[in-house]
């Protein structure tokens, strides 16, 4: 697998070996050795999978306590997945990170606990899967305005996206709860 470490500490891009022939693919999603030799040193305790049309938004979430690490991919088709540094002290809080992920490219985001997390359906459909180090708590969880313009995220709308209650309430930047250590 190909490991590229991001200007975010701690936020990676891996690629895993993909073993291709006439009959379709084959590759290893996670392997715990393997990741964490890699940089990716926590346990995963859940693992989730959602299911989205074009232009539906989902972000940005995280959580104030038990802020959750996560391994991110798309089985099929395309986002652009979004990630904000919350982290206080991190010499990146407050920027934005953004990658496509395909079904085609194969691609997989680490992404360490303190930052939200979002993506943008940009195909007709996506399959999108994610493991997480902790457990979901809805009482612990916030979510940053997805189009505050500090965050500077270059979203590629076709048209007003699809948002949930949650989503369109978020807070900008200056007023969410933050990670301060």
Not at 127 to 153: H, Q
Request: with cysteine; aromatic share 12%; glycine share 8%.
């Amino acid at each position: 697998m190909d490991v590229e470490q991001t200007d975010f500490p701690g936020l990676l891009v891996i690629t895993p070996r993909v073993f291709s022939d006439e009959r379709g693919f084959f590759k290893e999603t996670y392997q715990q050795e393997r990741y964490q030799s890699a940089g990716v040193g926590v346990s995963f305790v859940q693992d989730n999978a959602s299911r989205s049309t074009a232009g539906i938004l989902r972000g940005l979430h995280y959580q104030i306590q038990n802020p959750q690490a996560k391994l991110v991919h798309v089985v099929e088709g395309e986002i652009l997945d979004v990630c904000v540094d919350l982290r206080k002290n991190s010499p990146m809080f407050g920027k934005s990170y953004a990658i496509r992920l395909t079904g085609e490219n194969h691609k997989q985001l680490f992404v360490p606990a303190g930052f939200a997390h979002g993506f943008y359906v940009i195909s007709p459909q996506v399959d999108f899967v994610y493991k997480c180090s902790d457990y979901y708590f809805p009482e612990y969880e916030r979510t940053l305005l997805w189009n505050d313009p500090a965050l500077e995220i270059d979203w590629p709308l076709t048209g007003e996206p699809l948002l949930s209650p949650k989503d369109r309430e978020g807070l900008p930047l200056d007023q969410c709860e933050v990670f301060e250590s």
